[in-house]
């Protein structure tokens, strides 16, 4: 009778490899070594749990601290900022310092209302440079003058006259509108037609502050036809051309009755 033999599979070798395969590589490794790591134990007191706290999230923490400060400011900005009074955009085709816009603005200060009621008269005054060669800058505010100029959301302006005439009136040539309004005074600086105001024989320009500046610049208040603000831009324009008057005749307004 011959015997049987058992039936080895080749899944039953591969097992039978696969064990030998890892006593042969475990020859003199300690059991200890083959346990799982144990966790890591959290740290305990209160320097411990800081450390190990600020060594994985020092960097946020940090950026999260100056994201606050940031806003911080310019929230404080933003309340602090008072609005003006009245707002004049100079459009030269020189350049004029800031510092005698500011003087500018504080003379022009001197004869207007506080219509805000915040208990000081603020005038504004922006200084754009319209030469043409001043690169992007004086593009971007060729661009700035020309939004104001017809949306209405500036009434009071000033400019170097050659840039009055061939910019300004040349475009409004074919048209019966005026650009500046009528001043309805008489004065030394005011032009003939009585729309414009040349500051050439301001005492303003015998002070230091306003060295260098050109002294041929006229000032005007814009018609209310032609712009896009409504209600609103004829409020600026009655608003404005009484400042300038009053400036002109260097007649201080008197503040509205409380």
């Not at 959290?42 to 923490?61: D, I, M, R, S, T």
């Not at 459009?91 to 004029?96: L, V």
Request: net charge negative; with cysteine; glycine share 10%.
């Amino acid at each position: 009778i011959s015997a049987v033999k058992p039936k080895i599979s080749t899944a039953d070798i591969g097992k039978d490899w696969t064990g030998m395969a890892r006593e042969m590589y475990l020859v003199g490794v300690d059991e200890t070594e083959l346990e799982p790591p144990k966790s890591p134990e959290p740290p305990k007191g209160f320097k411990a749990k800081w450390e190990n706290f600020w060594y994985h999230y020092k960097w946020p923490v940090i950026i999260g601290i100056l994201v606050v400060i940031a806003v911080i400011v310019l929230i404080i900005q933003a309340m602090s900022k008072k609005n003006p009074d009245y707002h004049l955009i100079i459009a030269s085709t020189k350049n004029i310092s800031i510092s005698a816009g500011d003087a500018f603005a504080a003379e022009l200060g001197k004869y207007g209302r506080d219509l805000n009621g915040d208990g000081q008269v603020l005038v504004s005054v922006e200084l754009l440079y319209v030469g043409g060669d001043n690169g992007q800058l004086g593009v971007l505010d060729q661009q700035k003058l020309t939004a104001s100029v017809f949306s209405g959301d500036t009434m009071f302006f000033g400019f170097s006259p050659d840039y009055y005439q061939d910019r300004i009136l040349e475009n409004l040539a074919d048209s019966d509108m005026a650009f500046f309004d009528e001043l309805g005074i008489e004065g030394e600086g005011v032009s003939e037609d009585g729309r414009t105001w040349t500051w050439r024989e301001d005492p303003l320009l015998q002070t230091d502050a306003m060295e260098g500046v050109p002294e041929d610049l006229i000032f005007g208040v814009r018609t209310v036809s032609g712009t896009a603000g409504g209600k609103q831009s004829q409020q600026m324009h009655d608003e404005c051309l009484e400042l300038l008057r009053a400036y002109i005749t260097k007649s201080p307004l008197e503040q509205p009755s409380a």
